[in-house]
């Protein structure tokens, strides 16, 4: 699947910051990605996108500041300067897009309000899908950044064909610094969807799976719009050097008069089934990018990446009835991709949920903050109210 990222806002930035870098290390050139902000410093801090590919916005309205967690100023500088941020797409060259991710963080003020200005004109103008990967704050990070986020979602989901969700407070670990929380949560966000949107690639050497997973499927399983979360796992294999090792042990042991194991074989072999079975299982059951009721999801993608050697037919179809039914929908759709890797991957999409508590959480919490920010503005009193006269009116 061949991507074309927008990172805006801070946040978005820096996560297509990265899936580049990795584009980069890999060599797989399945990804071209820009940068759009309102605040100078938040682009010259970025390493592997080009300066031509970062794009500074809104410079009459706040000079290159950015707008301060202010996202109806976001959208309103978008708005403004949409016909730049087209033009610099279109350089980018799109005629090979599978489809465009728009990428941001929900709480601040450019990614917030920008990115649900930004999907609506991608839709008006390009036949290719439009996604969106919204980053929601933690409660902790205060209440104006939880309603922006709900704001910004809530227009979201009608602009965009569907909306990936991660949920910061669902991945945050008590105690940690916010520099190093959200490093790390920008690397599981890039390591997820990384292998998500490579799906269907042919990787050198490795050939094609035995049931491909290419980007027609992951568009019509997206196709119903709304939400969805993503499930992930990940199981170390058993190197060739460990099980060479254990089968010269073995023939050691055996040699030397030893009892022969009779369950070596099944142990060298695996049972690779039951293995891609469990690995799914503890991708949907496990930490989802949005938890939610996995029962409400319409429609899911199963996929199962890693050495060709571990995969299997039987075991992918078996993941696949057993999320068919524990999920709303009938529709399942699934496959594997050859990587040359010491790990077996498993991603789970659960698309367009419809029950994620963290969301209505998020509403009421906006809501309470709207009630407030009223009710305050009501109470507003002055030490200047009464008593002496100005100079002018």
Same mark, same amino acid.
């Given at each position: ?61 706040? @000079? !290159?500041? /950015? &707008? #301060?967690?202010?996202? $109806? ?12 941020? %087209? ?116 990787? @050198? !050497?490795? /050939? &094609? #799976?035995?049931?491909? $997973? ?12 709304? %939400? ?166």
């Amino acid at each position: 699947m061949r991507v074309f990222f927008i990172g805006f806002g801070q946040a978005g930035g820096k996560i297509v910051d990265m899936f580049i870098e990795q584009d980069k290390k890999l060599g797989t050139h399945s990804f071209r990605g820009i940068a759009v902000n309102t605040a100078r410093t938040d682009l010259m801090g970025l390493q592997n996108i080009e300066m031509k590919d970062r794009i500074l916005i809104g410079q009459t309205m706040v @000079k !290159g500041h /950015g &707008v #301060g967690t202010d996202n $109806v100023t976001g959208a309103r500088v978008t708005a403004e300067e949409i016909d730049s941020i %087209i033009s610099a797409i279109d350089m980018r060259g799109t005629h090979d897009v599978d489809a465009f991710v728009v990428v941001a963080g929900l709480g601040g003020g450019t990614g917030s309000g920008g990115s649900p200005v930004l999907c609506r004109h991608l839709k008006r103008i390009y036949r290719e899908p439009v996604y969106a990967l919204g980053i929601i704050p933690a409660p902790e990070e205060g209440r104006l950044y939880s309603y922006n986020a709900a704001r910004s979602l809530t227009t979201l989901v009608n602009e965009a064909d569907n909306t990936f969700i991660f949920d910061n407070s669902a991945w945050k670990n008590e105690g940690e610094s916010v520099k190093t929380a959200f490093t790390r949560l920008n690397n599981e966000v890039v390591r997820r969807f990384a292998v998500l949107f490579r799906a269907g690639e042919v990787n @050198k !050497g490795m /050939g &094609v #799976g035995e049931m491909v $997973v290419d980007s027609s499927e992951i568009i019509n399983t997206l196709r119903g719009g709304g %939400i969805t979360s993503v499930g992930y796992a990940v199981s170390e294999v058993v190197s060739k050097q460990t099980r060479d090792k254990r089968g010269l042990l073995g023939g050691l042991k055996d040699k030397f008069g030893g009892k022969k194991d009779a369950n070596v074989e099944v142990l060298m072999g695996e049972d690779r089934s039951a293995k891609i079975v469990a690995l799914v299982r503890r991708a949907m059951l496990g930490r989802l990018t949005l938890p939610c009721d996995y029962s409400t999801a319409e429609r899911a993608l199963v996929l199962l990446a890693g050495p060709p050697d571990e995969m299997d037919r039987k075991g992918v179809e078996k993941a696949k009835s057993w999320v068919e039914e524990n999920i709303a929908g009938v529709e399942v759709r699934g496959g594997d991709y050859p990587v040359n890797s010491e790990y077996v991957a498993a991603v789970v999409m659960l698309a367009t949920v419809g029950n994620a508590p963290r969301i209505k959480e998020l509403l009421d919490i906006a809501k309470e903050t709207k009630e407030d920010v009223i009710k305050s503005k009501e109470k507003k009193t002055s030490m200047f109210e009464e008593g002496i006269d100005p100079l002018f009116e």
